[in-house]
């Protein structure tokens, strides 16, 4: 985006102070739910996960192993989960039911095993925090707390 | 009695596997584990545990009800309701490795006249899938067994109800072929190709199809009385996917060489040179958005029918009918979990007699033309009422009678051309 400055001090205040006012509200208005949701993983894996680029390969099970060679044990939350639905729209940048799609057609032709589902936050980290290699997701803003 | 012996053993063999397996695989974690943290206190807990974790058991449920004018679907449905439709299946698969895993499945499957009210038990899958090389873009591997033929969209996973939109697979799919496409017994060459622009997966299924299936063996002789079984010859199948932004936008293009013989026919049966061939294309393209979504498939039937008797003209030939089905299918989510679904759907037996009036007119009219082709048009609505229930319920307006059960409708010479489906069902998934 390009803006022009017009060439007068007290003009260039006013917008400045415009520009400021709009970024505030810009800010306000998306922290909430563009920091909501956040990937986690194991605590051994955290340098790791810097690595590991394509979430969306990770959660539609084409990435299958860390860089490391060790299994990605996926955890999720229901397909029906606020949480859930957030993250994948948000952070996948898809919709549940595609990822649904994808795991169910692993799972009953045999050629791929499901993603760890639990049923909520607290169970997510402890299960993420007990398993080795373990990716999974949390939120930040406190939401679904 | 012998099919279903040959199930047991076979699913007998693969518990052995997954079990020696399972052992092997628990030594080496040990070992591994053993001779890193040699300084640790033995925790039995620490070796259970990845063992659970890379065995899963799945499952599916359905039950159908079916209510129809004029022609029978599953079962006894005409102007009454039939519970004709229900499927079960249990599956377990077992990562061993990280490049070498077990997968088994099996069906317990009710579908009208064809399994009778008892139903049938049958073996979907089993194979070892071992994979030879794999690295972040992608993979190349094998799995020997039986495996489900990737023919389409929807075939691979027909069985399990929530991954199709409606009860009634499109025509594409119909009953009477489902044992030519369900699965093979050989081994599934796969590789998948993950690019900046999109996914591509490509399989390749080498082996024997299993279609000693009453319904087909009728459906190509026309003749009651048949004396033997359909065989398989050595076949192939091969599907190349192309899949944008995981599953967005998906074209798939599958090719079937089917090969078919008839065995152990009487010396009287008119049949017993049979030979058949088929040669089978489908092109398929679905849009998934978050609201709205489009589907197509496009198939087209080479078959060619060597040595068959033809009961119109009362002697042996060859018949070459092409065949064809192809359907329009739009989708519109109202909620996350309730969509609808309208799909307009069309077969054609031979193309080259696309009404069947040349058809009925080698019959002298005792059979009628509408056997020769199905146009069918299908409202329906999907309420997935938790991630692992879900019901549904459809209606279907159908014009011609050429994907018809010959089995349900043994009286094949009062079928109505203008009939009406109505259909509801109950599924779970774990």
């Not at chain 2, 025509?171 to 081994?187: I, T, V």
């Not at chain 2, 061939?277 to 489908?282: A, V």
Request: proline fraction near 3%; glycine fraction near 6%; include cysteine.
């Amino acid at each position: 985006m390009k803006f022009n400055f017009s060439n007068t001090k007290i003009k260039h205040k006013k917008q400045y102070s415009l520009c400021s006012m709009l970024l505030g509200f810009l800010l306000a208005f998306s922290l909430p739910s563009a920091y909501a949701t956040e990937v986690i993983s194991h605590p051994d894996n955290s340098e790791q996960l810097k690595e590991l680029g394509n979430l969306r390969a990770i959660f539609g099970m084409r990435t299958l192993y860390w860089p490391n060679g060790e299994k990605i044990r996926l955890i999720v939350l229901p397909d029906d989960h606020p949480l859930h639905k957030q993250f994948v729209k948000e952070k996948l940048h898809i919709f549940p039911h595609q990822l649904r799609r994808t795991w169910n057609r692993l799972i009953y032709t045999g050629t791929g095993q499901a993603p760890i589902t639990v049923n909520s936050m607290a169970e997510m980290q402890e299960l993420i925090n007990q398993t080795k290699n373990s990716i999974g997701y949390i939120d930040n803003g406190g939401q679904y707390e | 009695m012998n099919n279903f012996s040959r199930v047991i053993l076979s699913t007998l063999c693969y518990l052995f596997f997954f079990i020696s397996c399972s052992i092997f695989a628990e030594e080496t974690e040990f070992n591994t584990q053993n001779t890193a943290d040699t300084n640790k206190e033995f925790n039995w807990s620490d070796y259970k545990k990845p063992w659970m974790d890379d065995f899963q058991v799945h499952g599916f449920l359905s039950q159908g009800l079916f209510s129809s004018s004029g022609n029978n679907v599953y079962g006894k449905s005409k102007d009454s309701v039939s519970a004709g439709s229900t499927e079960l299946g249990l599956n377990l698969s077992y990562q061993a490795l990280n490049n070498l895993s077990f997968a088994v499945q099996g069906l317990y499957r009710r579908a009208g006249e064809i399994t009778g009210s008892e139903g049938e038990v049958s073996l979907d899958f089993a194979f070892i899938d071992y994979t030879f090389f794999r690295h972040n873009k992608g993979r190349l591997g094998v799995r020997g067994g039986r495996v489900k033929n990737p023919w389409g969209l929807y075939n691979e996973t027909r069985d399990v109800a929530s991954t199709h939109p409606t009860i009634f697979l499109p025509l594409a799919y119909f009953e009477r072929s489902r044992s030519l496409f369900l699965s093979m017994d050989g081994a599934q060459f796969y590789t998948d190709y993950n690019t900046s622009v999109g996914d591509f997966s490509f399989k390749f299924n080498l082996g024997v199809t299993n279609p000693s299936d009453k319904e087909l063996l009728l459906a190509v002789t026309r003749n009651p009385f048949s004396t033997g079984s359909l065989a398989s010859d050595l076949s192939f199948l091969a599907n190349l996917n192309y899949d944008i932004n995981n599953g967005e936008y998906i074209f798939a293009i599958s090719y079937a060489n089917l090969g078919l013989k008839y065995n152990n026919a009487m010396p009287t049966d008119p049949n017993q040179n049979l030979d058949i061939k088929i040669d089978s294309l489908m092109l398929s393209a679905q849009y998934n958005g978050e609201k709205f979504s489009l589907t197509g498939e496009y198939s087209l039937q080479w078959n060619q029918f060597n040595n068959l008797y033809d009961p119109a003209e009362q002697k042996i030939t060859d018949s070459h009918p092409v065949s064809e089905h192809w359907y329009i299918q739009t989708g519109y989510r109202v909620l996350d979990n309730l969509q609808f679904t309208l799909r307009y759907d069309s077969s054609t037996q031979d193309i080259s007699d696309r009404d069947g009036t040349a058809f009925a007119i080698r019959y002298n009219h005792a059979l009628p033309n509408y056997l020769g082709f199905t146009k069918d048009i299908v409202f329906g609505a999907r309420w997935d009422i938790t991630p692992a229930w879900m019901v549904r319920a459809e209606y279907h307006r159908v014009h011609g009678t050429s994907t018809l059960s010959a089995l349900d409708n043994p009286d094949i010479f009062n079928l109505v051309e203008d009939w009406n489906i109505y259909a509801l069902q109950v599924a779970y998934q774990f």
